[in-house]
T-cell receptor, first 113, second 118 residues
Framework: ELKVEQNPLFLSMQEGKNYTIYCNYS?????LYWYRQDPGKSLESLFV???NGAVKQEGRLMASLDTKARLSTLHITAAVHDLSATYFC?????????????WGAGTKLIIKP | DTGVSQDPRHKITKRGQNVTFRCDPI?????LYWYRQTLGQGPEFLTY????????KSRLLSDRFSAERPKGSFSTLEIQRTEQGDSAMYLC????????????????FGPGTRLLVL
């Protein structure tokens, strides 16, 4: 059974600081997603990572994937208050011709001005 | 707005009642997913449609849950004889056909229906 673990589950940080969220998963997968969720809102896609060593960046967020270590990271550079949200990683498991996403529990990020 | 829409946004019901939720996916998306999310957790997969065919169903989905997508467009999720444990956010997502999106396929989520069973 695929397990996806995120850490930390909660992170409070000051504006301007850097930090990294980790996503570990327990079995082979060739695709990983990062999503953002604001309180009471739905999920917004941030990144899809497709291969070992993949790195994607959007603004102050950078995501990477190491399929050998079964680890993805979401790095936040010089955090700003607007990045406060819960961040989820989701890992693909393939089922015949279909697939499912298995989700981590989320990292709640609070950035204080 | 051409995103995924869900109706209603909120539903309060008494235990034992039946409820039905609707999801309208993005128009060119043929894949549709239902998830359940409880507070402090990630989404939990419930079921998946490709066009009108229901191709996957979670083992966690009890017989009280049923989903349909009769014409391959909108979908409904019905919960019969609701229990307090059914209280959650029910999320719908849709995505492009694999032949168009390939491995970049991304699920786009609706705003969710928040269910409270009293």
């Amino acid at each position: 059974e695929l397990k996806v673990e995120q850490n930390p589950l909660f992170l409070s940080m000051q504006e301007g600081k850097n930090y990294t969220i980790y996503c570990n998963y327990s079995t082979t997968s060739d695709r990983l997603y990062w999503y953002r969720q604001d309180p009471g809102k739905s999920l917004e896609s941030l990144f899809v990572l497709l291969s070992n060593g993949a790195v994607k960046q959007e603004g102050r967020l950078m995501a990477s994937l190491d399929t050998k270590a079964r680890l993805s990271t979401l790095h936040i550079t010089a955090a700003v208050h607007d990045l406060s949200a819960t961040y989820f990683c989701a890992v693909v498991i393939s089922l015949d011709s279909n697939y499912q996403l298995i989700w981590g529990a989320g990292t709640k990020l609070i950035i204080k001005p | 707005d051409t995103g995924v829409s869900q109706d209603p946004r909120h539903k309060i019901t008494k235990r034992g009642q039946n409820v039905t939720f609707r999801c309208d996916p993005i128009s060119e998306h043929n894949r549709l997913y239902w998830y359940r999310q409880t507070l402090g957790q990630g989404p939990e997969f419930l079921t998946y449609f490709q066009n009108e065919a229901q191709l996957e169903k979670s083992r966690l989905l009890s017989d009280r849950f049923s989903a349909e997508r009769p014409k391959g467009s909108f979908s409904t999720l019905e919960i019969q004889r609701t229990e307090q444990g059914d209280s959650a956010m029910y999320l719908c997502a849709s995505s492009l056909p694999f032949r168009l999106a390939g491995r970049q396929e991304t699920q786009y989520f609706g705003p969710g229906t928040r269910l409270l069973v009293l």
